[in-house]
């Protein structure tokens, strides 16, 4: 009964040969409202990982400040890139810490260190490695599609081209879901944004 207004939303993860993409689309409804039609739910993290949520968009931004100014400091330490295992594993454990007052917003996590990366977290910080992903009100209709056309070694046109396939397909039937998709892809170059309006 207390997540019968749990904001609605579609975000999906795809890996390919040489990144990940991550795409989402831009309504933010709560119950049969629809309170807003432009909100980014695709955030970079660093230079070689992002992140995408479905939920409530405030806690996932207060989550990506925090991770990030942890991975700021983490890379001065080290000197280094963080990881993305060690970015997803960051916000897994900040996520279960909150488990009694929990951040409602489910989150996938993609970047590209050695090679492309997917890991999906649920509210209480269940870490899920995966090639693919998809959370949210329409992620049933998103997997659908990535389940019969997903491929390992896919270019980043064709991996975009599906992401938008399987945001499409939840728009259609999820009426959470809807007014555009905005895309992040990341690479061993660093990250790329796009946003699609329909």
């Known amino acids: 009964m207390a997540f019968q207004f749990m904001p609605g939303a579609t975000a999906v993860g795809i890996s390919y040969s040489n990144g990940v993409v991550l795409a989402a689309e831009k309504r933010i409804s709560f119950g049969n409202f629809v309170v807003n039609k432009n909100t980014k739910k695709t955030f970079p ?8 949520c479905a939920g409530m968009v405030a ?3 207060v989550l990506v400040r925090q991770v990030g100014a942890l991975a700021k400091i983490r890379k001065l330490e080290t000197r280094r890139n963080v990881a993305p295992n060690s970015i997803a594993k960051m916000m897994s454990v900040i996520m279960f810490e909150r488990r009694y007052f929990p951040l409602l917003t489910q989150v996938i996590v993609g970047g590209f260190e050695v090679k492309p990366e997917i890991y999906t977290l649920d509210p209480l910080g269940s870490l ?3 090639d693919y992903a998809a959370v949210g009100t329409g992620a049933e209709m998103a997997l659908g599609i990535m389940d019969s056309e997903f491929k390992s070694n896919m270019s980043e046109e064709k991996a975009k081209d599906l992401a938008i396939k399987a945001i499409k397909s939840s728009i259609q039937r999820d009426a959470s879901s809807g007014d555009g998709i905005d895309l992040l892809a990341i ?5 790329s944004e796009e946003s699609l309006k329909f």
């Open 59 to 61: 806690d996932m931004q």
């Open 187 to 191: 690479t061993m170059a660093g990250t």
């Open 128 to 130: 899920l490695p995966d």
């Open 45 to 52: 993290v660093t230079e070689k990982v992002g992140a995408a």
